[in-house]
């Protein structure tokens, strides 16, 4: 994969996911999504770093919860023990984050791992998305 500029895919993924469906071009998904969804599965590390930029770029909620429910709950599902520590100290300490946490589900998450995060969801006072 070409070396991706951070910031620049972090603004395409917040402007293709604010657009109403029927706006939504694919070559903006393949630009935006579609990279970090490949990112997820064979660099994850640059994975979290394009999630913390987008949560840093944007306050809209539809975008965050479709960040939650999609890349960030794909990459705890498969990389969970690699990202779950830095998730529960991200999350106490940005709301925003916090927020994209409990939009992710369960997915392929064991058990157990589900309810580490289920508890964090609690700890944090909030309600599944």
Same mark, same amino acid.
């Given at each position: 994969?070409?070396?991706?500029? /951070?910031?620049?895919?972090? &603004? ?6 604010? @657009?109403?469906?029927?706006?939504? %071009?694919?070559? *903006? ?24 930029? /987008?949560?840093?770029?944007? &306050? ?6 479709? @960040?939650?429910?999609?890349?960030? %709950?794909?990459? *705890? ?46 700890? *944090? ?5």
């Amino acid at each position: 994969m070409k070396m991706i500029d /951070i910031s620049e895919l972090a &603004d395409k993924y917040v402007t293709y996911s604010s @657009l109403d469906e029927d706006k939504k %071009e694919q070559h *903006l998904y393949e630009e935006s999504l579609f990279i970090l969804q490949e990112m997820v599965n064979n660099e994850p590390e640059t994975a979290w770093n394009v999630i913390l930029e /987008i949560i840093k770029r944007t &306050d809209n909620k539809w975008v965050l919860t479709l @960040l939650g429910c999609g890349e960030l %709950e794909s990459l *705890l599902g498969r990389h969970f023990d690699q990202f779950i520590d830095r998730s529960e100290k991200e999350a106490r300490g940005d709301k925003k984050f916090a927020f994209v946490v409990s939009c992710v589900w369960q997915n392929r998450m064991s058990d157990e791992q589900y309810a580490r995060l289920d508890r964090l969801v609690e700890e *944090l006072g909030l309600e599944r998305e």
